[in-house]
């Protein structure tokens, strides 16, 4: 999210990651944020809720 407050990004990291993988794009997106706590929220979003299985798996699928 593009929210001014750090905060409302970093809850929202949280979030994403309980969504699954559809959302790790946006995670990824996450980790270059400009707040240490947004990243470690979204590095840590990836962790528990992603496996690298399900990444290859989503992205296998798709042309892009």
Do not use: W
């Not at 001014?4 to 980790?31: N, P």
């Not at 707040?35 to 979003?45: G, K, M, T, Y």
């Amino acid at each position: 999210t593009k929210d001014r407050s750090h905060a409302v990004r970093q809850e929202c990291a949280y979030g994403l990651g309980k969504i699954g993988v559809s959302a790790f794009r946006t995670l990824l997106i996450a980790l270059t944020d400009s707040v240490q706590a947004v990243r470690d929220s979204a590095s840590a979003a990836i962790l528990r809720n992603i496996t690298v299985e399900e990444v290859v798996a989503e992205f296998s699928q798709k042309a892009y």
